[in-house]
């Protein structure tokens, strides 16, 4: 891929995770910066990258661990492993961690935490098929009502390439968007599970 389309599918793809960040934010509770907050949990979305050898966006969504709820026999490694467990994303991350942050808050004071972290991966043919967009570009020359042309788009001459750039925004929001949907399940999945057992004790 030319280092124009790549440049093209990266700024495609911040676009999109910015404006599902900000739908999140008003959906969920807002937090500093990008961040999001469900339930006790923060939730941030990273910057995409563009992978040129597997023609692919990636980017890493992730979670802090509720280290205070933890019972003391319950360490991060176990709840990250559980996490990883209940996570039913309709595709499985390519790599899944658990990263500690330290941050300094206005006080100068310094704030460890725990995250899972989860990274995804895109390639070309899961965002867009290339028969779909021949079919619009047939429809738009049709003059057909169901589809029009999408808006013009800086550096890019062709309707094919508007109409990829459309598919990528839209399959990715959708995706992106799942995979996130099924990290918040997950934690509220663990999150029972451990209340549950320590009503029993």
């Given at each position: 891929?030319?280092?124009l ?8 793809a ?6 599902l960040?900000?739908d999140l ?6 937090k500093?910066g990008?961040?999001f907050n469900?339930?006790?949990i923060?939730y ?5 990258k563009?992978?040129?050898s597997d ?6 969504i ?5 280290g ?12 990250f ?7 039913d994303?309709?595709k499985?991350?390519v790599s899944?961690?658990?990263?500690n942050i330290?941050?300094?808050?206005r006080?100068?004071?310094r704030?460890?935490?725990d ?15 290339d028969r779909?967009i ?5 429809d ?18 062709t309707?094919?390439?508007?109409l990829?750039l459309?598919?990528?925004q ?18 509220a999945?663990?999150r029972?599970e ?5 009503k029993?004790?």
């Amino acid at each position: 891929m030319s280092s124009l389309q790549a440049q093209l599918f990266i700024e495609t793809a911040s676009v999109t995770l910015n404006r599902l960040t900000k739908d999140l934010q008003k959906q969920f509770e807002p937090k500093k910066g990008d961040r999001f907050n469900v339930e006790g949990i923060t939730y941030e979305i990273g910057p995409p990258k563009f992978v040129d050898s597997d023609r692919a966006i990636r980017f890493e969504i992730s979670s802090k661990i509720p280290g205070e709820e933890l019972p003391a026999s319950y360490d991060h490694a176990k709840y990250f492993k559980q996490i990883e467990k209940r996570n039913d994303s309709a595709k499985k991350p390519v790599s899944a961690d658990m990263e500690n942050i330290v941050r300094e808050t206005r006080d100068q004071e310094r704030k460890e935490r725990d995250y899972v972290k989860l990274t995804y991966q895109y390639g070309e043919s899961e965002l867009y098929d290339d028969r779909d967009i021949l079919k619009d570009i047939e429809d738009i020359a049709k003059g057909s009502n169901d589809r029009e042309a999408p808006p013009k788009v800086p550096g890019v001459t062709t309707l094919a390439g508007r109409l990829i750039l459309e598919r990528v925004q839209s399959s990715l929001y959708e995706v992106a968007k799942g995979n996130i949907e099924s990290l918040i399940d997950a934690n509220a999945k663990v999150r029972a599970e451990l209340k549950k057992s320590a009503k029993k004790k």
